[in-house]
């Protein structure tokens, strides 16, 4: 995205400032996922996650039909940077799925497994840079693999069927 955001003729300073405030974001959800976590069980905080992330994200979409190249890549970042709520809040979801749902024998080869899937797709994110070079092109497919993402996590939500909460609600 920094490529991006220079082809736009966005200063590196403000591409910095924007990296920080998409930081400040992420460590939020630090903050949200604990109160929604004690309102909803893991996979709904999960699913709730990447679908605020996936809203969040159709602003990095509708950057495209924006005019001006200024004003587009300042939607762009604020897309991103919201996104960023629900990014984490779902990393924390499945974390905490892994840790309740995987048996203490078969956690290190379930997370040696995870860990080595994570590092194949973000070498893919590098080659598909490489690939599809202009940006235009790039957000629509992303966008398209996120809203997969999204309906692969309805899928496995309501095939497990979780009760509303696990926990009861505080007053």
């Known amino acids: 995205m920094t490529a991006t955001l220079d082809w736009e003729g966005i200063p590196a300073y403000v591409t910095s400032l924007a990296r920080g405030f998409s930081a400040?974001?992420?460590?939020?959800?630090?903050?949200?996922?604990?109160?929604?976590?004690?309102?909803?069980?893991?996979?709904?905080t999960g699913l709730w996650s990447i679908w605020t992330q996936w809203c969040c994200l159709l602003l990095c979409v509708g950057s495209v039909w924006v005019g001006g190249r200024v004003a587009s890549a300042w939607v762009l970042m604020a897309g991103v940077a919201a996104s960023r709520l629900g990014l984490w809040m779902f990393d924390l979801a499945v974390t905490q799925l892994m840790q309740d749902g995987v048996p203490?024998?078969?956690?290190?080869?379930?997370?040696?497994?995870?860990?080595?899937?994570?590092?194949?797709?973000?070498?893919?994110?590098?080659?598909?840079?490489?690939?599809?070079?202009?940006?235009?092109?790039?957000?629509?497919r992303a966008h398209r693999a996120l809203l997969?993402?999204?309906?692969?996590?309805?899928?496995?939500?309501?095939?497990?069927?979780?009760?509303?909460?696990?926990?009861?609600?505080?007053?």
């Open 24 to 44: 400040m974001v992420g460590i939020a959800a630090t903050v949200v996922y604990p109160a929604a976590h004690a309102r909803l069980s893991t996979l709904r």
């Open 148 to 171: 997969l993402a999204g309906d692969l996590r309805c899928g496995h939500v309501h095939a497990a069927r979780v009760p509303r909460t696990q926990a009861p609600v505080p007053p």
């Open 104 to 140: 203490d024998a078969d956690r290190c080869a379930v997370g040696g497994v995870q860990s080595s899937l994570q590092s194949v797709f973000d070498l893919l994110t590098y080659v598909m840079g490489i690939i599809i070079s202009d940006p235009k092109v790039r957000f629509r």
